[in-house]
């Protein structure tokens, strides 16, 4: 069972929905992160946040809101996103120092119909 | 031109055999190297991480860097069907950043 949970696993929206998702970590970590995986693409880092403050931000459009309560915690709200934002959103942590390696969870495959 | 370079693949090779997996880059600020392997449904899991130049071992598996080459290498042995899986390299230069680079992924496939 991994460190960093993600749920839904799947999920469906149309491009009027709202949805979120959702990662949680239970390695004591202190940095979270929100990664986009499509197919035969790199990972596109989203989003960073170190101490429940976010510190990269990789132009990632407004349709995409993310949101750090503490840091065990962190969510991806979406709403009104595009048929091209399908793909698997991957949420990762790590500790301490900035070369620390990135832990990550089983992703939330998601279909933007 | 992309910043990692990684073939596609998939590499299909019988059990037993020593597989080499690859990655160029041409960001020579890179000091980081990592491997990840991604099972089918599943996140990516990290393997290897070096620092600099020069050989790491653990198990079957050998992570080389050549950073005057601009390439890294994993070479796993004795290969086996559980090793069947996407490779990904990722690299990260040494500054306050946070963000690494990865490749996008070598599929491998390890024939019984």
């Known amino acids: 069972e991994t460190g960093v949970t993600q749920t839904p696993r799947h999920l469906v929206m149309g491009m009027t929905n709202k949805k979120s998702l959702k990662c949680e970590q239970h390695?004591?970590?202190?940095?979270m992160y929100w990664y986009k995986q499509s197919a035969k693409k790199p990972l596109e880092l989203m989003f960073v946040?170190?101490?429940?403050?976010?510190?990269e931000n990789n132009s990632v459009p407004s349709r995409f809101s993310p949101e750090c309560p503490n840091s065990s915690h962190l969510f991806l709200h979406l709403h009104t996103l595009q048929p091209e934002d399908s793909a698997l959103y991957l949420c990762?942590?790590?500790?301490?120092?900035?070369?620390?390696?990135?832990?990550f969870g089983n992703g939330t495959r998601l279909t933007v119909t | 031109q992309k910043e990692v370079e990684q073939d596609p693949g998939p590499l299909s090779v019988p059990e037993g055999a020593i597989v080499s997996l690859n990655c160029t880059y041409s960001?020579?600020?890179?000091?980081?190297f990592m491997w990840y392997r991604q099972y089918s449904r599943k996140g990516p899991e990290l393997l290897m991480y070096?620092?600099?130049?020069g050989n790491k071992e653990d198990g079957r598996f050998t992570a080389q860097v050549d950073k005057s080459s601009k390439y890294i290498s994993l070479f796993i042995r004795d290969s086996q069907p559980s090793d069947s899986a996407t490779y990904l390299c990722?690299?990260?230069?040494?500054?306050?950043?946070?963000?690494?680079?990865f490749g996008s992924g070598t599929r491998l496939q390890v024939q019984p």
């Open positions: 990762a942590s790590s500790q301490g120092a900035k070369n620390s390696p990135l832990h």
């Open positions: 390695l004591g970590h202190n940095a």
């Open positions: 946040y170190s101490l429940e403050e976010r510190v």
């Open positions: 960001n020579s600020a890179f000091q980081y």
């Open positions: 070096t620092y600099s130049s």
């Open positions: 990722a690299m990260k230069e040494d500054t306050g950043r946070r963000a690494l680079t």
